[in-house]
């Protein structure tokens, strides 16, 4: 049976331990889970090392999934919370909210046909660790604020203000760069 066509295939033989299905998960979804791992760590060994961490807790936990919500999205959280731990075990640093009320600047709307990608993801690698957590969860991750409090035992406050400063750091980092492709 191709697993291509059927996925919920794979995932069953997967958790009977047939290697060539694992190693066809792996392959499947290493990719995306290591784009998010870098995101949030935006450090190529870390992601590595949290990676393969994260497909062993994956396969280890994987009679606990129920078919609930799609494969990738079940994995995706696991890779999520392994990230978070080794960032919280490096003792992530997130500033205090100053001000409980500041208010949130307007999103801009720019057209990407012409704009340096990569160079944007290289930028938000180089925000401190806690702009750059919230900032990736929020943008990039899809998750609100109230998730994101959840996920990081922060106020939903914090998490605003985090994402705040997170944007007003990274348009200052790319004001000094070339932002748009000749």
């Not at 191709?2 to 060539?20: A, I, M, T």
């Not at 060994?45 to 393969?52: N, P, R, W």
């Not at 994987?62 to 999205?73: K, P, V, Y």
């Amino acid at each position: 049976m191709s697993y291509e066509q059927n996925p919920l295939e794979l995932v069953d033989q997967c958790k009977r331990g047939n290697r060539q299905a694992q190693f066809e998960l792996y392959k499947r979804y290493s990719k995306a889970m290591y784009n998010v791992c870098w995101r949030m760590l935006a450090n190529q060994s870390d992601a590595e090392d949290v990676l393969q961490n994260s497909f062993v807790d994956i396969f280890t936990r994987l009679d606990s999934f129920r078919f609930e919500s799609s494969i990738g999205a079940w994995m995706k959280r696991i890779v999520i919370n392994n990230c978070i731990n080794y960032l919280n075990k490096r003792k992530i640093r997130f500033d205090t909210l100053e001000d409980h009320h500041a208010e949130m600047e307007a999103e801009s709307h720019i057209e990407t046909t012409d704009l340096n990608i990569p160079l944007v993801h290289a930028t938000i690698g180089e925000l401190p660790e806690g702009y750059r957590v919230v900032l990736s969860l929020y943008l990039l991750e899809g998750y609100d604020h109230t998730e994101i409090a959840q996920i990081l035992n922060i106020s939903e406050a914090t998490s605003k203000s985090q994402y705040s400063r997170a944007k007003q750091r990274l348009k200052q980092l790319l004001q000094t760069k070339p932002l748009f492709r000749p």
